[in-house]
T-cell receptor, first 111, second 113 residues
Framework: GEDVEQSLFLSVREGDSSVINCTYT??????LYWYKQEPGAGLQLLTY?????DMKQDQRLTVLLNKKDKHLSLRIADTQTGDSAIYFC???????????FGKGTMLLVSP | NAGVTQTPKFQVLKTGQSMTLQCAQD?????MYWYRQDPGMGLRLIYY???????DKGEVPNGYNVSRLNKREFSLRLESAAPSQTSVYFC????????????FGPGTRLTVT
């Protein structure tokens, strides 16, 4: 069955890079997504990657996909206190509009 | 362009009471979703609607009903609220495939006592 797993918590210092990891089990995933949730708010789509790509870069965000190991990561360069939030990994399947979400990784950035 | 809006923002119900959570989107999306978010459980899909006039069950549909009133609006109804339904409820809508980018509302925080 489908499952998306993430580590629960990551703490970094301001200015460092953050790497948030995610593993998924379904090899038929078509797109993989990263969402950000700030306290008291809904989820905001950060970026997504097609399953036949290895990497995608968007300003401070770099997504790496290792399809063989079913491992997805989100790297945030020069992490700021405003990046403190919960980050969710999600996957979609061809022909289906629904997503499967991980339980989220809480990123805490200290000054 | 407000995106996805939800009302109310907060609600307290007594066990057995009923209520409807409202959701509307102005992005002309066909697909809409209802999720609940509980600590340690991530987001779980309650119901979704791939187009006006259609609805389908998600992972946790028991105790809920939905109505896709028109293309813009998708409501979630609790007929007889239970404490286990205390949660934060999010509505979302998405673009068409293949990317299905989902856009979320701000959520409704519901407490059932």
């Amino acid at each position: 069955g489908e499952d998306v797993e993430q580590s629960l918590f990551l703490s970094v210092r301001e200015g460092d890079s953050s790497v948030i990891n995610c593993t998924y089990t379904d090899s038929s995933s078509t797109y993989l997504y990263w969402y950000k949730q700030e306290p008291g708010a809904g989820l905001q789509l950060l970026t997504y990657i097609f399953s036949n790509m290895d990497m995608k870069q968007d300003q401070r965000l770099t997504v790496l996909l290792n399809k063989k190991d079913k491992h997805l990561s989100l790297r945030i360069a020069d992490t700021q206190t405003g990046d403190s939030a919960i980050y969710f990994c999600a996957e979609s399947y061809s022909g289906y509009s629904t997503l499967t979400f991980g339980k989220g990784t809480m990123l805490l950035v200290s000054p | 362009n407000a995106g996805v809006t939800q009302t109310p923002k907060f609600q307290v119900l007594k066990t057995g009471q009923s209520m409807t959570l409202q959701c509307a989107q102005d992005m002309n999306h066909n697909s809409m979703y209802w999720y609940r978010q509980d600590p340690g459980m991530g987001l779980r899909l309650i119901y979704y609607s791939a187009s006006e006039g259609t609805t389908d069950k998600g992972e946790v549909p028991n105790g809920y009903n939905v109505s896709r009133l028109n293309k813009r609006e998708f409501s979630l109804r609790l007929e007889s609220a239970a404490p286990s339904q205390t949660s934060v409820y999010f509505c979302a809508s998405s673009t068409e495939g293949p990317t299905y980018e989902q856009y979320f509302g701000p959520g409704t925080r519901l407490t059932v006592t």
